[in-house]
């Protein structure tokens, strides 16, 4: 059976849940933290780039640490925002949360070609255990799962494994 990649997909305005690993190494300095290696950011430009291309709203999803469910402020991706949009020269929105109604709005607010970083999905213990509604709050927001996260592909959690099945449940594609 062959897989699609992301350019057997018509995404022109549909909302794409892209799974990417940012799990970047950073360290904590006087006011912020900073990012040592953008390695696994700059990996994900050409996939980006693609769904930019097509006119996807883009909503990227990704993990930092361990942070065992619970909130642990030097593990938010709120500074891998930062660092995309300055290497992309361009505004990459942030969600403070990855569910609810933070994340709803701000994917309600894309507009085609544009990117949104959801917080660390991490940050819900039920990510680690596939949980079947926090997939399904997940999937609430995209349309089409592209997976670029390779260094996560072959963990079973949420927004690896329950996205897709939930959209592939609900007739949507997945690359």
């Avoid at 996807?56 to 709120?78: D, F, Q, T």
């Avoid at 507009?111 to 680690?128: F, M, P, S, T």
Wanted: hydrophobic share 40%.
């Amino acid at each position: 059976m062959s897989k699609l990649t992301v350019k057997d997909l018509d995404l022109r305005a549909k909302r794409v849940f892209t799974r990417v690993d940012y799990n970047v190494p950073m360290e904590e300095t006087s006011d912020a933290m900073v990012i040592n290696d953008d390695t696994r950011i700059r990996a994900t430009l050409p996939t980006l780039k693609a769904l930019r291309n097509q006119g996807a709203r883009i909503i990227l999803a990704a993990h930092l640490g361990r942070p065992k469910g619970e909130r642990v402020p030097s593990m938010s991706l709120k500074p891998v925002a930062k660092k995309l949009s300055k290497i992309i020269e361009r505004p990459v929105a942030f969600a403070s949360d990855c569910v609810g109604e933070a994340a709803a709005n701000a994917v309600d607010n894309l507009k085609d070609g544009e990117i949104l970083l959801l917080e660390n999905v991490r940050y819900h213990a039920a990510e680690e255990m596939n949980d079947k509604d926090f997939a399904k709050q997940l999937t609430k927001l995209a349309d089409v799962y592209v997976n670029d996260a390779f260094g996560a592909a072959h963990r079973a959690h949420a927004s690896t494994v329950g996205v897709p099945q939930e959209l592939s449940a609900r007739g949507g594609q997945g690359a």
